[in-house]
């Protein structure tokens, strides 16, 4: 008895120096975090919920490594669109409007809304209604960098699902478009307390996943852009044969399906997909930022993760802020299902239920 004990406190002491040593390794120990957000949430009522999230992703990737850019891409969109409270995976049917039925947000890959969803499912299994779409969301985008090659962080958790639906149009004012320059970039992110870096490090993400011609044809016809690399134009163009083929390409053509700084030395060959990405690299005030990211892929991944983390944290609700939605589609009081959910879960207080 003794033996196991003195053992079980020896595997501790190794766990603990371990995760301190991560905590050491990834360099977001000192990033600010929001109140009400902690990077241990769910540390008794849901230990295991980032493993199971991880071992869940690597075998969704496994067999298409592209819902890794959608699921870090559903992220983006959530927060900058009322903050990450999972209002974008909201259902527009039930209660008006959503961001996912307007158009920015029409090539938001349908799979990821399933996968998140799927991914509450298991997690609510193993742990009751405790874990939040939202966090689910941001930890799913963060194993998408991991699992394609990019680096680990930890993620503040604690965020709470939204009952409102975002404003009719509200993508528009906080999305930008992949038409825009970069004053218009600085201009929309400085509204969200981003800076040019910022700025830079979350394009960065468009070192994976695809985009469809209508994205980028604008530069290809009728005249084409000459920020734009020839060659690179020509191909596009047996790709895209006129502004309104509905095919797709990959963002980074150096290494598409892999999170590295590859994206940077695109832009830097005048091989950005959009005019949002060559911009950067055009403007005076952020080539510098995308010739150090090119250069330099610790710096980008550094960069990077301290901006996912500002950027995860937008307009967050915390503590009884909002719901934990039942299902990720749709907020708890337009869920037919969720009665007897609630009856379980809060027997003796029916009072509340309608
Ligand atoms: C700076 C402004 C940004 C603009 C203008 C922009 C624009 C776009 C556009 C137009 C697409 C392709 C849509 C399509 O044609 O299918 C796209 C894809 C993508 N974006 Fe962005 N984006 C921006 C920032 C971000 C940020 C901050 C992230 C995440 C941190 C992100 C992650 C992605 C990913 C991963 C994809 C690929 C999605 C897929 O393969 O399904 N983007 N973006
Ligand atoms: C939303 O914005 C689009 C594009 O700016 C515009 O065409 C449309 O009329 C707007 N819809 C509403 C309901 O404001
Ligand atoms: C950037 O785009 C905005 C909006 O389209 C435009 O008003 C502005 O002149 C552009 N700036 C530059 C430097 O091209
Ligand atoms: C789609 O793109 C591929 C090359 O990426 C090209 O071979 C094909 O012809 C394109 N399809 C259409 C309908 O334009
Ligand atoms: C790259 O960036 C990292 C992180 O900021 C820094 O420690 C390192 O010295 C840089 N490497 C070079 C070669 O400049
Ligand atoms: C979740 O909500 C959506 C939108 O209301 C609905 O279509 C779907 O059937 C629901 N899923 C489950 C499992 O209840
Ligand atoms: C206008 C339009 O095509 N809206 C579509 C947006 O995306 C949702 C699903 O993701 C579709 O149901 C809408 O028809």
């Known amino acids: 008895m003794a033996t196991a004990k003195s053992f079980t406190r020896l595997l501790l002491i190794t766990f603990l120096s371990l995760s301190f040593c991560f905590s050491v390794i990834k360099a977001q120990s000192s990033a600010p975090i929001v109140n009400g957000l902690s990077w241990t949430f769910y540390k008794s009522t849901c230990p295991k919920v980032e493993s199971i999230i991880r071992k869940q992703l690597k ?89 394609t090659g990019g680096p680990d962080y930890d993620v503040p ?23 825009a ?32 011609c209508t994205s980028f044809t604008d530069r290809l016809y009728p005249t084409q852009d000459p920020t734009m690399d020839k060659t690179f134009a020509n191909n596009l163009k047996l790709t895209c044969p006129k502004i309104d083929t509905s095919n797709i390409t990959f963002l980074d053509i150096r290494s598409p399906n892999k999170f590295d700084n590859k994206y940077f030395v695109d832009l830097m060959n005048r091989q950005g997909l959009f005019t949002s990405d060559q911009d950067l690299y055009t403007d005076k005030r952020t080539r510098g930022i995308v010739t150090s990211f090119a250069i330099n892929e610790t710096l980008f991944f550094e960069e990077f993760v301290l901006s996912m983390i500002k950027m995860g944290q937008l307009d967050v ?38």
Do not use: W
């Not at 969704?60 to 995976?89: N, T």
């Not at 039942?326 to 609630?342: E, F, G, H, P, Q």
């Open 317 to 354: 609700l915390t503590g009884n802020q909002g719901e934990i939605r039942a299902n990720c589609s749709a907020r708890n009081s337009d869920n037919k299902y969720l009665v007897s959910i609630t009856e379980e879960e809060n027997m003796g207080s029916s009072a509340e239920m309608r």
């Open 157 to 179: 958790l604690g965020r709470r699902d939204g009952v409102v639906f975002a404003q009719v149009n509200q993508t528009f004012v906080d999305l930008v478009g992949p038409d």
């Open 59 to 147: 075998k969704v990737f496994k067999k298409d490594v592209g819902q890794a850019a959608g699921l870090l891409r559903l992220h983006f969109h959530d927060c900058f669109v009322q903050g990450c409270d999972s209002s974008v995976l909201l259902d527009g049917s039930a209660g008006g409007p959503s961001e996912k039925s307007e158009l920015p947000n029409l090539t938001l890959r349908k799979e990821a809304f399933k996968i998140v969803n799927n991914l509450r499912e298991i997690v609510h299994k193993e742990c009751g209604r405790v874990v939040s779409c939202s966090d689910i969301v941001a930890i799913a985008a963060r194993d998408s960098v991991v699992l």
């Open 181 to 212: 320059n970069t004053t218009t970039i600085l201009t929309k992110l400085a509204r969200k307390n981003l800076d040019a870096t910022d700025a830079v490090a979350l394009s960065g993400a468009h070192t994976i996943g695809i985009g469809h």
